[in-house]
């Protein structure tokens, strides 16, 4: 049988005893169907994943009993964050999901000039759902650790998620001579930054602005692809790099 893993934000440990509540509880008993005597994983978000069982259920809350604690160490590959520009509906979902099985460590949702999608209205609830997709496409692929998803913010808000990141990279379309391929392998070291814009293309304002703040311009060749395209493909050319190391 199948042993599923559930997302614990914060979770404690007392005498090896760690209860359940809420939501986790809710869909550990009604949708997985637990019950007592069986086995459940809990991941903490941080790299360690608690095999446990389920020692008792008291009415919408159930303490569950920790066994082994496995501890996956840090991934040799680098830590990127993506800087990318907020797309309409399923396709910034589908970004964000895919993102996450390809292992990347933060998503900053950036507002540039000719992004589309406005956060007036909806701004946390979109938060939370991008969140809940993190989640679930680390259960899914394997992942102890739950990437990070910021708040929407202005391009030059960026700054303060950047902090000991030097290796920058910007996916421009009127980048011309330097192709991906050409800057990679002197940023593999540490941790690394991509920026990819809205449809409409980076403004060059916008591009003179990132190279000041030491963003290396490149391009994916003649192809141009679609903003949730885009950062699958770079992440996947990162890691295959990163591998091959």
């Known amino acids: 049988m199948e042993v599923r893993r559930v997302f614990i934000d914060k979770l404690k440990m007392k005498n090896g005893m760690v ?124 992942r102890f650790s739950i990437p990070e998803i910021t708040p929407p913010v202005p391009l030059r808000g960026v700054l303060s998620y950047l902090e000991g990141v030097d290796n920058r990279l910007v996916l421009y379309e009127k980048e011309q001579e330097t192709g991906i391929r050409a800057v990679i392998p002197s940023h593999m070291n540490g941790e690394i930054c991509v920026a990819i814009g809205p449809e409409g293309g980076i403004e060059e304002r916008e591009a003179g602005w990132l190279k000041e703040q030491g963003f290396t311009a490149c391009n994916l060749g003649e192809h141009i692809l679609r903003t949730e395209t885009t950062p699958l493909v770079v992440l996947s050319i990162i890691f295959y790099e990163s591998s091959m190391r």
């Open 19 to 142: 209860l359940v509540t809420g939501p986790n509880s809710k869909y550990i008993l009604s949708v997985l169907r637990k019950t007592v005597g069986e086995r459940i994983d809990l991941i903490d978000g941080k790299g360690y994943l608690y095999q446990t069982a389920i020692n008792a259920i008291k009415g919408k809350d159930l303490y569950v009993q920790v066994q082994n604690v496995v501890h996956r160490p840090e991934e040799k590959r680098p830590k990127v964050t993506l800087l990318v520009s907020p797309i309409k509906g399923p396709r910034m979902d589908w970004l964000v999901e895919k993102a996450t099985e390809l292992g990347v460590a933060r998503v900053v949702p950036t507002i540039f000039k000719r992004t589309i999608v406005k956060f007036e209205d909806g701004e946390k609830e979109k938060c939370d759902r991008w969140k809940r997709i993190m989640i679930e496409a680390s259960r899914q692929s394997g």
